[in-house]
Every structure is written in structure tokens, then in C-alpha cells.
């Protein structure tokens, strides 16, 4: 659902308003009264009127009138979230960074495997001399950046565990309360044996 947006009525003449307004609406802006708005609507005021019949006393952004909007309309934008529901959206939008950090690093870790014997050959001790087609592999920038990003990505996961507020468990606990309850619906759904051993029969013998 799109923002209301601020609205302004702009009189055509000020100096007498029987003459009529203009309305103008700045769509996605805040629904407040700000300089920044009344700039923008007077801008699409002068590219959407004939300005050699329209305002003739002239028409500035301190003349524009302010609509606020609708009272019941502000009260249903303005309802801020519970602080447990604020807990709960903030622990889903937790999980859902980390999910992708862990994404990013098991790109960055298959990405690398290419250059795992390389690697395990330049650290040992005792490798010997790298190759000529070593060389031009470690040289080519590709080996830095790979290495980089994966680098990169373990760090950004790491710190994400260090500075996790916890919140995330609230999306664990949810998820663990609705498998019990979905389990346990569907246990008490579902007929035992020996229940449907006992079920009367729809027809009896005569």
C-alpha cells in the first residue's frame, strides 16, 4: 500500500479564493508539512499548468495551503508495533541477514576450493618451489580476490554471532511452539487402532 503523501491546494488567485485551487499531491513523501514538500509541490505545479493563465498574482511555496490528512488515517499510519511485536520482527530480520552471510560464505568457500592445493602448497614449510603455471595462477588477481571474499565472508559471520542481541531465539521458540502444536493437532486427528477397532458400525444387521 502506497503512501498517502502530502497534499496542497494551491489558490489560483490568492488574493481571491472563490477563483479555485489546485491540488497536488507528492506521492511516497511524508504526510508532514515540511519546506522540502512544499518545494516539490510547487515544482509540479509549474510543470503541469499553463502558467500564462494560471496564478496571476504569482504563486510561491509559502502560498500553498497544507491538507492534513484524514485524523483516523494518521491515527492507522502512526500505531507504532508493540515492543514484543518490535522484538519478534527485529529477531526475523536478524535470521534473515545471517542467512544470507552464510550464503555469501559458502559461495566464497566453493569459490576457493579451486585454489586449495595451491594454498596448502604455499603455506607448508616444506613444498619446495612453485611451478610456473603456480605462479601465473597466484598472480592472476583472481586468487587474491577469492581469497579476500572468503576471508571476508567468515569474518562478517563471525561478527554477527558476536554481536547478536539474541533476539533470533524468539524465531526459534515460535518455530519450535508451532511443531509441538502442529504435531499434537494432528495426533489428536488422527484415530488410533484401536478407536477405529471400536467404532460402532454404520449399518447394524436386522
Avoid at 48 to 65: S, T
Wanted: hydrophobic share 40%; glycine share 4%.
Amino acid at each position: 500500500m502506497s503512501k498517502r503523501g502530502a497534499v496542497y491546494a494551491a489558490p489560483d488567485d490568492r488574493e481571491n479564493l472563490r477563483q479555485g485551487v489546485y491540488l497536488v499531491r507528492i506521492p511516497g513523501s511524508s504526510t508532514k508539512d515540511t519546506l522540502r514538500n512544499r518545494q516539490q509541490a510547487l515544482d509540479l505545479l509549474m510543470e503541469q499548468v499553463d502558467l500564462d493563465r494560471c496564478f496571476p498574482n504569482g504563486l510561491g511555496a509559502a502560498d500553498l495551503i497544507f491538507i492534513p490528512p484524514h485524523p483516523l488515517q494518521e491515527t492507522a499510519m502512526t500505531i507504532p508495533p508493540s515492543p514484543e511485536e518490535q522484538d519478534i520482527i527485529l529477531a526475523a530480520t536478524d535470521i534473515i541477514e545471517l542467512a544470507k552471510l552464510k550464503v555469501d560464505l559458502a559461495k566464497a568457500f566453493l569459490a576457493a576450493q579451486d585454489y586449495k592445493d595451491l594454498v596448502l602448497k604455499v603455506v607448508a614449510p616444506d613444498s619446495g618451489h612453485l611451478s610456473a603455471a603456480e605462479c601465473e595462477a597466484v598472480a592472476d588477481k583472481n586468487f587474491a580476490k577469492t581469497l579476500k571474499g572468503l576471508a571476508e565472508s567468515k569474518v562478517k559471520v563471525s561478527h554477527w554471532y558476536e554481536t547478536s542481541t539474541g533476539r533470533h531465539q524468539l524465531i526459534i521458540n515460535e518455530l519450535t511452539f508451532m511443531g509441538e502444536e502442529i504435531a499434537a493437532t494432528l495426533t489428536a486427528a488422527t484415530p488410533t487402532p484401536e478407536s477405529a477397532l471400536s467404532a460402532p458400525d454404520s449399518q447394524s444387521d436386522d
